[in-house]
């Protein structure tokens, strides 16, 4: 682009910020989107400003989150900073991002997606048949220990939390015996080597959400929606469109194994969900197709549908 087009974006168009905890993991996340709106604005990086900023999810390492208030604690403070105009953008995991956005704001678009699985991280061996039974693995997620425990109901699972890694360092100093990973968060942070393997989504689920990366804004900021609608990802916003309406159905709080991937293949949407009372023994699954444009309803009623079903009525919902 030339120098001429770069002035007209600095004079018109304000410096954006990117909101953004301070993770490795997030940090990565927010500098992919910083290059995609540079390239896609044909501006300089650092005419898009990264700023850090700390959240309640942060501070808390004792608990599952489930029992620290849920997912919006990795995001409070940054749409806060985007509802006070102290941000522009925001980016998140979409996986911890919560079905009900505060008023004034919503996820505009999505980076392409990346590998949507779970990794297993062992001790030794190389596959989830090498753990002996009692094996202890740790994992902070409902829904990777109610899937685990639904295949391996000898396997011992006990909480783990912190970033990507004191976990890895915890299975390598023997305190665990494996642990389970998003392979996109171990790929971004350059360690899928630590991967004994990667699960089949036929046999392991992903979460809602899994391996791609959302853009959150003002609704009402049409220079920004214009930007991140310039590097948004078509196919993944069809999916997550279909995923978050079928957590919403089902009011996907994170006290409640719950499992769901959707697929964009030519001009229709598959979606995939499961839910499991939280020791595995139960489980109920539904898969459903429909046209892209009926994505979000696709989620909804597949929610719906597995509302009805034993686990969800024992979980209360
Ligand atoms: N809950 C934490 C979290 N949020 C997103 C990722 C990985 C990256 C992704 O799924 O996009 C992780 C770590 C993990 O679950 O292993």
Known sequence: MSENTKSVYHSVHPRLRIGTR??????????????ALAAALGVEKEAIAVEVIKTS????????????????????????ALLDGRVDLAVHSAK???????????LAGYLPRADVRDALILRTGAALADLPAGAKVGTASLRREAQLRRIRPDLKVELLRGNVHTRLAKVRDGEFDATLLALAGLTRLGMAQAASCVLATDDFLPAVGQGAVAIECRIADPDTNAAIAAIACRDTGIALEAERAFLAALDGSCRTPIAGLATVEGESVRLRGLVLSPDGSDAAEIAERAPIADAARLGADCGASLRTSAPARALGL
């Not at 993770?23 to 989107?33: G, M």
């Open 22 to 35: 301070g993770s490795p993991l997030a940090l990565w996340q927010a500098h992919a989107v910083q290059a």
């Open 57 to 80: 999810g942060d501070q808390i390492q004792d608990r599952a989150l489930s029992e620290a208030g849920g997912k919006g604690l990795f995001t409070k403070e940054i749409e806060e």
């Open 96 to 106: 911890d991002v919560a079905t009900v956005l505060p008023d004034g704001l919503h």
